[in-house]
């Protein structure tokens, strides 16, 4: 186990790509302890794919990718899956179990990975619902809940067996301003209080400049810029100021490369 001081998620020197498409070009990260770390950029740089490298659920062609020390990238399965149950994550969308109620999907991790009797169990999610507002929502089906709502029993999922590491797939897509502002705050909530280590991807500037410790821009496979919020809103680096700015062109082009106007419709000079 690396020591308090070292960061608890590192990328270094990491290759991964599809074939001969490559995502992540010798990238190199930290995600440091206890604090919340957002993952940005443009759509298709390779965010989400970061947080399934962390998992194992992908594995790098070259490089290292430490989870508190150890290499993910060489772990054998019984490793990962050790690895793995100190780890939390919250699907896009949440993911939940459409045939279960509140209270069973937020069990589920529990009873596939515990010998807690049903009492314990129970008392336990009703604590995890608690935290984040929904305890008297244990009975309701997915089909019941808004999307806000939806969101919120799928962290209460992500947190039922007391990771150490939280890990956030877009939590603020598709919510309302209401929904998404109690997104924000749980997720800097329960960091503080839990003392997780939180990394998240998203989309939306406002809400993940106010929560965030670190933000990581991702571009063209490699990090353009991690630094504070503040530090990367006065960034001159031309790709992170479109992206902070929400321009329509610069580094990330508005045209897919492609052939010219002249040769598309045949225009002779």
Do not use: C, W
């Not at 045939?99 to 169990?121: G, K």
């Not at 067996?161 to 749980?186: C, Q, W």
């Not at 353009?224 to 809103?233: F, I, N, S």
């Amino acid at each position: 186990m690396a020591s308090d001081a070292s960061p608890f998620v590192e990328l270094q020197d990491l290759t991964f790509g599809y074939g001969d498409r490559v995502i992540l070009d010798r990238i190199s990260l930290q995600i440091p302890r206890g604090k919340v770390t957002a993952l940005m950029g443009a759509s298709g740089g390779g965010k989400t794919t970061v947080l399934r490298l962390i998992g194992g659920q992908y594995r790098a062609q070259s490089g290292k990718l430490l989870f508190d020390g150890d290499d993910v990238t060489r772990m054998n399965q019984t490793a990962l899956y050790a690895a793995r149950r100190r780890m939390g994550m919250l699907f896009q969308f949440g993911a939940l179990f459409a045939d279960l109620n509140v209270l069973d999907n937020v069990a589920f991790p529990l009873r596939e990975h515990t010998q807690l009797s049903e009492e314990l169990i129970r008392d336990i999610v009703l604590m995890k619902l608690n935290a984040v507002g929904l305890r008297g929502a244990r009975d309701l089906r997915p089909s019941d809940l808004s999307g806000g709502m939806a969101r919120r029993v799928a962290l209460a999922r992500a947190i039922a067996l007391d990771p150490e590491l939280v890990m956030y797939d877009e939590p603020f897509a598709g919510l309302d301003p209401i929904s998404l502002g109690t997104a924000a705050r749980l997720i800097r909530q329960l960091n503080d209080t839990m003392g997780l280590t939180s990394v998240f991807v998203s989309h939306d500037l406002e809400e993940t400049f106010a929560i965030a410790d670190q933000v990581i821009i991702l571009a063209n496979g490699k990090v353009a810029m991690a630094g504070t919020p503040e530090e990367v809103k006065q960034s001159a680096d031309p790709l992170v100021h479109q992206y902070v700015n929400a321009l329509p062109d610069g580094p990330v082009r508005f045209h897919y490369p492609g052939p010219s106007v002249a040769d598309d419709f045949g225009v002779r000079a």
